[in-house]
């Protein structure tokens, strides 16, 4: 059974993911902001992270990212990110263009259908190492 980490700040969001995942036999951990979620990863190695941007900060999904590409033990954990940040805010977030400075797999705009997150996560539970974004470069 694959494990997938949920981290967002949203109690609603993370209820209705962890029921649409455990419902196509994955195994859910979750976490409400981005340090917690880095600790959750060091401990229980998922194979999928799923990180909405915006938390406790407007940025923490980001930073996230960086810290888990920093360490070796969960560098190579595919994540994917949630982001409402052109929804919330003035800025304008554009993952083709923007999200090649991240270091993260694949992005999905909120609100996320079932169908497009359990597409995307199965794409990125097959990739291979060698086709995880580390370095956050294109």
Sequence with gaps: MKKILLIDDDPDILESLSTVFQSHGYEIVTAANGTEGYKIAVKEKPDLIILDVMMDSSDEGFKTSYSIRKNEEIRYTPILML????????????????????????????????????????????????????????
């Design 83 to 138: 982001t409402s940040v052109n929804t919330k805010t003035n800025f304008s977030f554009d993952p083709k263009i923007d999200g090649q400075y991240l270091p993260v797999d694949d992005f999905v705009e909120k609100p996320a259908e079932p169908a497009l997150l359990l597409e995307k996560t199965s794409t990125l539970l097959n990739l291979g190492k060698d086709k995880i974004n580390i370095s956050g470069k294109p």
